[in-house]
């Protein structure tokens, strides 16, 4: 059983940045490769980075290769969402996921969610 907690979510200028964090429960962090997905009011959830168990890969949605950076500490149980230049199209509830398979851009082969962080980007 893995527990995640997202935190570092706020409001924020169109342009500025944030930098979220999901601290996970556990003894076996490296065990699982990280993903993190959001979902806006209306719309169905979508995925933004993931990264391998070693931090080796990454992969990135289109809509934020290039602005967004995911990384992971596994010393410290946390996997971050560096995210620049945000975009009034970037506001979602931002959720971090763990899978025991590979890193996926699909949610459905996630095993534990987050609660989620709120991310508003004003014009």
């Known amino acids: 059983q893995v527990q995640l907690v997202e935190s570092g979510g706020g409001l924020v200028q169109a342009g500025g940045s944030l930098r979220l964090s999901c601290a996970a429960s556990g003894r076996t962090f490296s065990s699982y490769a990280m993903g993190w997905f959001r979902q806006a009011p209306g719309k169905e959830r979508e995925f933004v980075a993931t990264i391998s168990r070693s931090g080796g890969r990454t992969y990135y949605a289109d809509s934020v290769k290039g602005r967004f950076t995911i990384s992971r500490d596994n010393a410290k149980n946390t996997v971050y969402l560096q995210m620049n230049s945000l975009k009034p199209e970037d506001t979602a509830v931002y959720y971090c996921?763990?899978?025991?398979?590979?890193?996926?851009?699909?949610?459905?082969?996630?095993?534990?969610w987050g609660q989620g962080t709120q991310v508003t980007v004003s014009s």
């Open positions: 996921a763990a899978t025991r398979g590979d890193a996926s851009t699909y949610g459905a082969m996630y095993d534990y």
